[in-house]
């Protein structure tokens, strides 16, 4: 057992690899652009569901969807 390494310098190693920093700018750079899209993307779902059951309950006259 003595020849395992431990996971603390498993995790440094790690850290020193070319992959590893490609990973972490690749992270930085899009995650603001991913949680941009999913904020506007949410909106526009919640928008196009809002317009949809005024739709309905106009087409309804203005009795309730449920």
Same mark, same amino acid.
């Given at each position: 057992?003595?020849?395992?390494?431990?996971?603390?310098?498993?995790?440094?190693?790690?850290?020193?690899?070319?992959? /590893?920093? $490609?990973? +972490?700018?690749?992270?930085? #750079? &899009? /995650?603001? $652009?991913? +949680?941009?899209?999913?904020? #506007? &993307?949410?909106?526009?779902?919640?928008?196009?569901?809002?317009?949809?059951?005024?739709?309905?309950?106009?087409?309804?006259?203005?009795?309730?969807?449920?």
């Amino acid at each position: 057992m003595s020849s395992l390494i431990p996971r603390r310098q498993q995790r440094e190693n790690a850290k020193q690899t070319l992959g /590893y920093r $490609i990973w +972490s700018i690749g992270f930085a #750079v &899009f /995650y603001p $652009i991913i +949680s941009v899209f999913t904020f #506007v &993307f949410t909106a526009l779902v919640q928008l196009l569901s809002g317009l949809s059951q005024g739709l309905v309950w106009l087409l309804k006259g203005g009795k309730s969807i449920q």
